[in-house]
């Protein structure tokens, strides 16, 4: 790796600081290594099926755990809370079936109130120390929650909103965390449809409803990103997905200028897996996580060349996904997305954090002085055996779509630039949902059936559902498992998705 050369970046002031992670909940030592590399938010697991095996019945040792060491270290925690326990359900359930429709964590609880008092109690806990807490991990993949995207508003999101604003008037709720999927269980079939195929389809149609339905319940706006290139990842989150010139998916930054206009956007997962879970060697993985920043330090500017629809005020943090290598082997390999190896050592994807961090700034408390000292690339994480203090107390601790971005005339549904009424006119389909199966767009019927011929040809654009479900299989752990367990029945606590 090359030397950092001598800089006087710009520090951003707490909490709006893109250099986060997921850490699930990890070890001291890696949560360390990752304050070394500069990153200031980690994205923590609070696994209600483990936190509360029985109903009254808590065990929070490793929450608290992470929790100290994130104050020790100065690291922003953003919780996510999810996944039901057994006792929680209506009929009978198993977490050790092949079939993730047995399972018992991806069901919506029998009671809400079983929800809600878990939530509760959980804000409660760690006043004054965590403030941010996610309403479940991708729910519009079924692996991970079966109920619709109406129970979800209804069951999950709007109540589990009202408790921890009830618990904590300072906190924030943070979701839908949604995979980036046109072909998830959720919405599919929505969007415009012809010929088999459907388009604005999928997370969007997802994405859009829920703002429109309870985006008052969301104080940040959380979506899920993965792709073949960061490059191709920041065209489709500004611009969206093209295919011939004609456009299929709305970017994110689209839809939330659009359904929740300044609010606050988290990216809280996006990565690239290296050897030999992926394919990606780890210096090409560390070269997509510094195309990230570089990109993110243009569109921060409005000047990345790419896309006109920048800068993107909003778009506050990114989480890498994730910290550490899955230490399990399970039946499909392993996973390995991880700044850090399965032992805990660097990999090149984290020394492309702490030179991201040091070139592009670091991030402090406001009020605190910058350093303006010239960073040094050491080679080495610090020595974990001891640690100094973060920059400043969290305060809140404790598809390929490719192309290009001018749309084709007579080639798709008609773009409004109404969006000073939020219930008037805008470029998303808001039609009553049919019936059955999908609507059917209008416009120039040439070039929709090339392009939904295209892709049916070039299916699937995004990465396969299957995808998703592989890792919900090593994933998350039934409510009979311990914390420190690590068998392929009993895995560590993950939010699976790309790891």
Sequence with gaps: MLLVAALAPTAFAFPDCPYGVVAHVEGNDELQRAADAGVRWIRIDV????????RGSYDWSEIDRVVDSADRLGLGVYATLAYTPSWAVSGSCNDSSDDDQDWCHNRQPADDRYWTDFVTTAVNRYSGRVTHWGMWNEPNVSSFYTGSRDEYVERILVPGSDAVHAACPTCLVLGPD???????????????????????????????????????????????????DAEVMWDELLDGEWLYGIQYMHGVKEITDDYAPGKPVWITEYGYETEPGGELTEVEAADELTETFSVLDAVSSGSWSESSNDPWPELEVLFWYDLQDDPTTYRDGRYTWGLLDSDGNPKEAWYAMEEATARYGGCVEEGEPEDTGEPVHT???????????????????????????????????????????????RNHERDPEP???????????????V???????????????????????AGVAGSDCGWASRSSTCARPRTPTGG
């Design 178 to 228: 949604l995979a980036p999927l046109r072909s998830a269980d959720w919405d599919s079939e929505e969007g415009i449809c012809a010929f088999g195929e459907c388009i604005f389809n999928g997370w969007e149609v997802s994405l859009t409803r829920i703002l429109d339905d309870a985006g008052w319940a969301i104080d940040v706006v959380t979506h899920h990103k993965y792709d073949d």
């Design 47 to 54: 696994n209600w099926n483990q936190v509360e095996p029985s």
């Design 435 to 449: 019936s059955s199966g999908c609507a059917t767009g209008g416009g120039g019927s040439g070039a929709w059936s």
């Design 379 to 425: 080679g080495e994480p610090a020595d974990t055996g001891g640690s100094e203090p973060g920059p400043g107390d969290s305060g809140g601790a404790g598809d390929d779509g490719g192309g290009g971005t001018e749309p084709v005339a007579d080639s798709g549904p008609e773009v409004s630039d109404d969006t000073a009424d939020p219930t008037g006119p």
């Design 451 to 473: 392009l939904l011929g295209a892709l049916a040809l070039r299916r699937p654009l995004a990465p396969p559902t299957a995808w998703w479900r592989r890792r919900a299989t």
